[in-house]
């Protein structure tokens, strides 16, 4: 059983940062990815980040490039999302996702549909 928790959020002024926490207990396996998702209402949860454990490969969403970071805290199984430079177009809730135990490299990352562990989810508020 993966369990998957976050932490942070919150509000921030537009161009400030703000870093949000996601532990990952439980056997993900070898081949596995940690992605961060963003919803706002009315529209399907996108995906933002993504980190692939097995290669140490990382990805971003064109609207967040340059600005977002994922990262990896191996000792504690946990992964970041640093924000920089936020935008008021960054509001929405977070969520993070595991895809576990994978047999295969996965084509797109970023599809939500790729991933059966979320977290509880956090608030991000980015105010003008």
């Known amino acids: 059983q993966v369990q998957v928790v976050q932490s942070g959020g919150g509000s921030v002024q537009a161009g400030g940062s703000l870093t949000l926490s996601c532990a990952v207990s439980g056997d993900t396996g070898s081949r596995h990815y940690i992605a961060w998702f963003r919803q706002t209402p009315g529209k399907e949860r996108e995906g933002v980040a993504v980190?692939?454990?097995?290669?140490?490969?990382?990805d971003y969403a064109d609207s967040v490039k340059g600005r977002f970071i994922i990262s990896q805290d191996n000792a504690k199984n946990t992964w970041f999302l640093q924000m920089n430079g936020a935008k008021p177009e960054d509001t929405g809730m977070y969520y993070c996702a595991a895809a576990v135990g994978l047999g295969r490299w996965l084509l797109r990352p970023l599809d939500r549909f790729n991933y059966n562990n979320w977290g509880q989810g956090t608030q991000v508020t980015v105010s003008s």
């Open positions: 980190f692939s454990s097995g290669r140490r490969w990382t």
